[in-house]
């Protein structure tokens, strides 16, 4: 899972200060760096045993995720790099604002609570505002997930990632074309590493160990850009 540190030290130019003034409330704020891979319906679950720094695989966690995501018609949050969902399901259903990939190749995510179905919350149109008016957003897709995650955890139990393995339905609701796939996604936990090169050397055995299953590098480096046919 994300780790929520505080910062804003990577990824895109937010504002949650604005929410804040709307709401009352901060949101939660994580930055997620991540492998992802495409992979076949028959393909096996990596072996993890010789990852560095992981001792053991928690058991699977299922869970069923359904995001609505907005935009305005001509795209300008996501041409700006941002995406607005509104998702349930999980650990971390909610309202959530992705930003921008950073140099280190993380986004950081600002989180709301879910909340009643209706209009864009005050606070995540603030935080926008600068890309994007709110009130011209419509929905863009549904994605539908049907995940299984699993905690890479340390000798200390501290989580070193998270992967997981999602069964993916997704609808341009633009369109009206639907697309599935499987992809797999390796999430830095709050116990990664923290240098640089033991960071570079925890992914390369994670890649080595989906490779050798049959994984493969994801077609999008996003759901919602696949499911945009980018």
């Known amino acids: 899972m994300t780790?929520?540190?505080?910062?804003?030290?990577?990824?895109?130019?937010?504002?949650?200060?604005?929410?804040?003034?709307?709401?009352?409330?901060?949101?939660?704020?994580?930055?997620?760096?991540?492998?992802?891979?495409?992979?076949?319906?028959?393909?096996?679950?990596?072996?993890?045993?010789?990852?560095?720094?992981v001792a053991s695989v928690g058991a699977a966690e299922l869970r069923e995720l359904d995001a609505v995501y907005l935009d305005s018609v001509d795209l300008s949050l996501a041409r700006a790099g941002y995406a607005v969902r509104r998702r349930t399901g999980g650990p971390d259903e909610g309202w959530h604002i992705k930003g921008p990939r950073g140099a280190d190749g993380g986004r950081v995510e600002l989180h709301w609570p879910l909340g009643p179905e209706g209009g864009i919350p005050d606070a995540v149109a603030a935080a926008v505002a600068a890309f994007a008016v709110a009130a011209d957003f419509s929905p863009i897709a549904r994605i539908r997930n049907r995940r299984t995650a699993y905690a890479l955890q340390d000798a200390q139990g501290g989580l070193v990632a998270e992967f997981v393995d999602d069964h993916v339905v997704a609808t341009d609701e633009r369109a009206g074309v639907e697309r599935t796939w499987r992809e797999w996604e390796f999430e830095l936990g709050p116990a990664a590493p923290a240098s640089t090169e033991s960071r570079a050397a925890l992914f390369a055995a994670a890649d080595a160990a989906v490779r050798a299953v049959g994984g493969r590098d994801a077609a999008s480096d996003s759901k919602l850009a696949r499911t945009l046919g980018a």
């Open 3 to 53: 780790t929520d540190d505080g910062t804003s030290s990577a990824g895109g130019d937010v504002h949650p200060d604005n929410g804040a003034a709307h709401t009352g409330s901060e949101p939660s704020h994580s930055v997620e760096i991540e492998l992802k891979f495409d992979v076949d319906d028959a393909t096996p679950l990596p072996d993890w045993s010789g990852l560095p720094g």
